[in-house]
């Protein structure tokens, strides 16, 4: 590997984890000086919340969000992975992801109404917003962030009742320390309690927010 060009191609293979060791922390070098690559992980970051429920094979909805840009970019790189030698590393979210791309196109374009606004518990020296909104396939999850500490990797989650993590978004590194990231849970907003922010592997906490009137 040396291009761009090529690099692009393993967007979606990275925001999916269908890349081994060695590729992820290649991949990685160039993200970290390519604006460009950096947008598109940063645009396939709901995805991999959505697939959590792949073993259900129901149609999963996209977030309006993602534009048809977007899908289509899905569309290609998946029709790329399919044909690579990484076919058996990803075979087992297709069925998931072929029902994602299925409604992208029915839903793109679609305007969201503004949603629920979450308070950060503590000032972390993050700052931003994060606001939840309840759909008919579970919660979007819209998370505007500045002043983010430089980390390989983020993480949201949304945290139910009963203490369970559900991821609703990962995303690489931005230059400027900042994540505009709209990520997606299957479940449904009366269940959660709080969403957080933390770097990879829930190592570290960075940002904790609840509802108002909770
Ligand atoms: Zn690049």
Not at 137 to 162: F, K, M, Q
Request: proline share 7%.
């Amino acid at each position: 590997m040396s291009g761009h060009d090529e690099y692009r191609q393993w967007s979606a293979a990275y925001v999916l984890g269908a890349l081994d060791a060695a590729q992820r922390l290649e991949f990685e070098g160039h993200l970290a000086d390519c604006p460009e690559c950096q947008s598109e992980v940063q645009a396939f970051a709901p995805i991999p919340g959505l697939l959590t429920r792949v073993e259900s094979l129901q149609p999963v909805p996209v977030p309006p969000r993602i534009e048809e840009r977007v899908a289509n970019r899905l569309r290609s790189e998946w029709s790329e992975l399919m044909r690579s030698r990484r076919r058996w590393q990803v075979a087992a979210v297709a069925a998931g992801l072929a029902a994602v791309l299925a409604l992208a196109t029915l839903l793109s374009g679609a305007d969201s109404p503004p949603g629920t606004p979450l308070v950060f518990a503590e000032d972390v020296l993050v700052s931003g917003e994060i606001m939840v909104e309840q759909r008919a396939w579970g919660t979007e999850v819209v998370l505007n962030l500045e002043s983010l500490p430089p980390a390989e990797s983020y993480e949201a989650w949304a945290v139910d009742g009963e203490g369970r993590w559900h991821q609703v978004a990962v995303w690489g590194p931005t230059p400027n320390l900042s994540a505009s990231v709209t990520g997606a849970s299957s479940v449904a907003v009366s269940e959660i309690e709080r969403i957080v922010v933390t770097t990879e592997d829930r190592e570290q906490v960075l940002v904790e927010a609840l509802f108002v009137d909770g």
